[in-house]
């Protein structure tokens, strides 16, 4: 007999009312089919780059080679185990992370803090600070290593003026010349960070920011129990890349330290690499250098890639 009221189940049947679409093959393509003309490209630009490089760090190469007066003989890891066993690479690669990681930290604290200033001011004030940021973001780095170099030179320098000073030189000492090169790299990045963080600001609804100010939260405790876990994915993705940058600095140290600082005291990675390959005629030891900065790199994104990928899951 029909149910009252409505048509008689179908014995046997399933109690649900319809079958759940089962998602496409085709459709998990689709991303892929986007990105394909760009990995194509960046495929092309770094996979020959990074053979040749891990090749010439296999080999004995050096300038005899590179003119032809000489075979190339194959070394195998024997150009590591001679990079592994030298004092200097270990102090250089010391320097090279926490020069990084004094860069990255700064990078960040100025540009956090001026992304929250640009929330607290009005209209002009806040064109001004963003061109003046968007200015010194477009900069090329010898541009700018030259300019800070004046501004802190020795004789002709208005800093030591103004601080009086008299003719201190900022680039004798390993230290001074590091923090005059902070200074810098932090100049030259923190726009970066501001404007992405003032736009993740922005996102953020007014209601929450003006419930936690009406429970009585200082500004600093808005920022650290509201801002910041919601900003989390993207103050991850400005971090990561301030570590990929900041790490791999090379024109900031060659021309404001003059080629690695007096006696090699002021040497990262790059600025060391560079001077193995093209100084030294060492091709085989620089390239080896590079492969362990390319390393170190891929492991600090692969970290990265996880992190927005749990970033995912959380949201």
């Avoid at 960040?108 to 209209?123: D, F, H, I, Q, Y």
């Avoid at 330290?257 to 006696?263: P, R, Y």
């Amino acid at each position: 007999m029909p149910a009252r009221g409505g048509l008689a189940r179908p014995r046997g049947g399933s109690r649900r009312s319809g079958t759940a679409p089962r998602p496409q093959a085709g459709r998990s393509r689709t991303p892929w089919l986007y990105l394909a003309p760009a990995l194509v490209v960046l495929g092309g630009l770094l996979a020959y780059p990074i053979y040749q490089l891990g090749l010439i760090s296999v080999l004995h190469y050096t300038q005899a080679q590179v003119s032809g007066g000489e075979p190339t003989t194959f070394e195998g890891f024997g150009n590591y185990s001679a990079l592994f066993s030298d004092g200097q690479f270990w102090e250089v690669l010391l320097a090279t992370v926490v020069f990084a990681a004094a860069c990255v930290v700064s990078t960040l604290a100025v540009g956090c803090a001026l992304a929250v200033l640009l929330t607290r001011v009005r209209a002009v004030p806040r064109l001004a600070l963003m061109l003046a940021a968007l200015g010194a973001w477009a900069t090329p780095a010898i541009t700018g290593s030259t300019v800070w170099l004046f501004l802190f030179d020795a004789d002709f320098g208005p800093v030591n003026r103004v601080l009086g000073l008299g003719d201190h030189s900022w680039t004798y000492g390993r230290f001074s010349a590091f923090f005059l090169v902070l200074l810098e790299v932090v100049w030259c990045s923190f726009p970066f960070v501001m404007v992405t963080v003032y736009a993740g600001i922005r996102a953020v609804p007014a209601e929450v920011l003006e419930a936690a100010a009406l429970d009585g939260a200082s500004q600093w405790r808005i920022w650290r129990s509201v801002l910041a876990p919601m900003l989390r994915p993207i103050l991850v993705v400005v971090t990561i890349q301030s570590v990929i940058w900041d790490f791999k600095v090379f024109t900031q140290i060659y021309v404001m330290t003059g080629g690695g600082g007096i006696a090699g005291q002021n040497l990262v990675l790059n600025v060391y690499a560079y001077q193995k390959a093209f100084a030294s005629s060492q091709y085989s030891l620089g390239a080896a250098i590079g492969v362990v900065m390319l390393l170190v790199l891929l492991a600090v994104t692969l970290v990265y890639l996880r992190l927005l990928r749990r970033q995912g899951e959380e949201l």
